[in-house]
């Protein structure tokens, strides 16, 4: 039998000596109403809301930021990477930075659970670096082979702003967001490659992962994940190799 809300009508009760059986009565007609309404709530909401809860409270309400980047010295740090630093790997609350316009030419390491990097708008805060995986093997860092490395971060939250490859080749690995973590979620963002594998996250570590009204380039695996991925409406350039006749081709698709 399937049971509406919509014919909830409460009535005063005539037992003002028992005020016990108006608060039982009240109750329950106001437990039905309850279970009436979450009858009607899509499942695919319940099931984000429990897969990405940091992603659901952001959305409700974007919190004031913890740290403050700014190029020109008017924040806390000058650069993403000295305020990611400064983020105990231990952390076990949510740290919201905030990065304000401009181009941050740095590639940086995120040890820590609970970081979000926001931008201040999606096109004015950058974040670029050129890397290809095969110089990076050559010459390695304690970074990593992306701009934005993620070293068992769970919870890390991408938002509002473009980071990208800068490296010039279409053949080779140009990873822009790689690494290790669960709940990774990136909406809003422009991440943006022209080799292979620009999002390259769950390396030998499947976890789950949410992007949102983003847009996504690269030449091959871009947007590669290992485990659970819900990707909605976010649009994939494909970029080919360079030929003599016709030069760099491009093509878009939405999903």
């Excluded at 049971?3 to 009240?26: F, G, H, K, Q, W």
């Excluded at 490859?165 to 669960?182: K, R, S």
Aim: charged letters at 25%.
């Amino acid at each position: 039998m399937k049971e509406t809300c919509d014919n909830v009508i409460l009535r005063p009760l005539r037992c003002s000596r028992r005020p016990e059986l108006v608060l039982r009565a009240t109750a329950s007609l106001f437990r039905k109403a309850v279970e009436a309404m979450l009858r009607r709530v899509d499942r695919r909401i319940i099931l984000l809301a429990l897969f990405f809860p940091a992603w659901s409270i952001l959305a409700a309400d974007l919190p004031k930021p913890d740290i403050v980047v700014a190029g020109d010295g008017t924040g806390d740090f000058k650069t993403v990477r000295d305020a990611v630093e400064s983020i105990p790997a231990t952390n076990r609350e949510r740290v919201i930075v905030l990065i304000k316009d401009g181009i941050y030419q740095e590639k940086i390491r995120v040890d820590a659970s609970f970081v979000t990097l926001r931008g201040q708008s999606r096109k004015g805060t950058r974040i670029e670096f050129s890397q290809v995986k095969d110089d990076f093997v050559a010459h390695p860092d304690e970074l990593g082979w992306a701009i934005i490395n993620l070293n068992h971060a769970n919870d890390f939250v991408l938002e509002n702003l473009t980071v990208e490859n800068t490296a010039n080749t279409t053949l080779a690995h140009a990873f822009t967001t790689c690494g290790t973590g669960d709940r990774t979620v990136i909406v809003d963002c422009d991440v943006l490659s022209h080799g292979g594998d620009t999002v390259s996250l769950g390396r030998g570590e499947p976890g789950r992962f949410y992007h949102a009204r983003c847009n996504f380039s690269g030449a091959v695996d871009f947007v590669c994940p290992r485990g659970w991925c819900y990707v909605t409406d976010c649009n994939f350039m494909f970029t080919e190799k360079k030929r003599p006749s016709s030069g760099t081709r491009a093509g878009l698709t939405r999903t």
